[in-house]
């Protein structure tokens, strides 16, 4: 099934990079740097046709990625010294900052060599249930359940509706629908036990305990000794901070840092806010990091890093470098600044 939205997205940076706009904005738009957005890096999915196959990119593009921004003059550099540069309203030449969510194994297994090849630091955002296990990545869950049916019910408040999953457009169609469900029609506090309910009743064993994906707290106490890696915060249970009361988003805000320390040894001091996108966090929850004590936390919204950022510091807007548009030619496009007004109505320094 084609993305009728990825496909227009590509069309544009296709636009931008071969009408020659792209290079000749970027001295005049393309900010001061950029935070690079990874989740998972690995040659070998599990799933190469999966419906989350965006999550992933290639070691080697990471590499041939991280060459050509040096190469164009980027300075790689960790978290903290991009927060100065920024408050130094980016003196010292453009810089990029990697950070990386949800703590996948392959970040330690296969990006990392790339980083340490290339001296190139990386944060990673950790969210302690998922670890230990008491939250899930319900994204890969739901898909797990569509591939394994021909047909679903799925029983809401309304009643009860078939789903049909017989064909790869159709669980395409499957996917979207439960996820939907899931994030917008479930309480954000009942959605595990909907998800498990979900699972019983159309016959899937639902696994338990942390996903194999993820690193383990061992793995994640030797990446944290690690030079080139920063720990950040990804809130306790990865819950959608918008859809809870003001406690329980303080309660996931603050008291990560807590459970970050007695994990790990070191509080964070930087924040991702889970999904990251309108619906996820507003001023309401930037106050709330701001209150916590963190010294940055990023979005998931599109834009490059500009001086004016530095009063912003608790909503930072990240390039997300994934599977969708696995091609140096179109990052280099976005970090050229012009897909940034582009992408969020005109506004060149992206907030919430």
Not at 196 to 202: F, G
Not at 333 to 340: A, K, Q, V, Y
Request: with cysteine.
């Amino acid at each position: 099934m084609i993305d009728g939205g990825e496909a227009i997205r590509k069309l544009a940076l296709n636009l931008a990079r071969y009408s020659g706009l792209a290079p000749l904005a970027r001295p005049f738009v393309g900010g001061i740097g950029a935070i690079l957005m990874l989740h998972r890096v690995t040659a070998t999915p599990e799933k190469p046709n999966s419906v989350n196959r965006h999550l992933n990119i290639a070691p080697a593009f990471l590499d041939n990625l991280i060459a050509d921004m040096k190469a164009r003059g980027y300075a790689f550099v960790s978290l903290d010294e991009a927060i100065e540069r920024i408050k130094l309203g980016g003196k010292g030449g453009q810089f990029a900052t990697i950070t990386a969510d949800d703590a996948y194994r392959d970040n330690m297994t296969e990006a990392l060599p790339v980083l340490e090849k290339h001296g190139a630091p990386i944060t990673i955002y950790v969210a302690p249930g998922l670890i230990d296990g008491a939250a899930d990545l319900w994204w890969d869950v739901v898909e797990d359940i569509v591939d394994t049916s021909s047909r679903l019910t799925l029983t809401t408040e309304g009643g009860s509706t078939i789903i049909d999953c017989s064909t790869p457009g159709r669980k395409i169609q499957a996917v979207a629908r439960l996820n939907a469900w899931l994030t917008e029609e479930v309480a954000e506090q009942e959605q595990g036990a909907a998800l498990r309910e979900l699972a019983r009743s159309n016959g899937y064993e639902f696994g338990s305990g942390r996903p194999c994906t993820l690193m383990t707290w061992e793995e994640l106490r030797t990446m944290a000794a690690h030079p080139l890696v920063t720990i950040g915060a990804h809130t306790v249970t990865h819950r959608n901070l918008k859809r809870l009361s003001e406690a329980d988003a303080r309660h996931e805000i603050g008291d990560v840092r807590r459970i970050l320390a007695e994990k790990l040894g070191e509080e964070p001091h930087h924040l991702a806010y889970p999904y990251g996108y309108a619906s996820a966090v507003g001023c309401r929850e930037v106050g709330f990091a701001r209150d916590a004590g963190y010294a940055s936390a990023v979005t998931t919204r599109h834009g490059v890093l500009r001086a004016e950022h530095v009063g912003f510091l608790h909503a930072l807007p990240r390039i997300s470098v994934n599977g969708r548009y696995q091609n140096v030619a179109h990052i280099r496009t976005m970090l050229s600044g012009i897909t940034t007004p582009l992408a969020n109505a005109g506004k060149m320094v992206v907030t919430i």
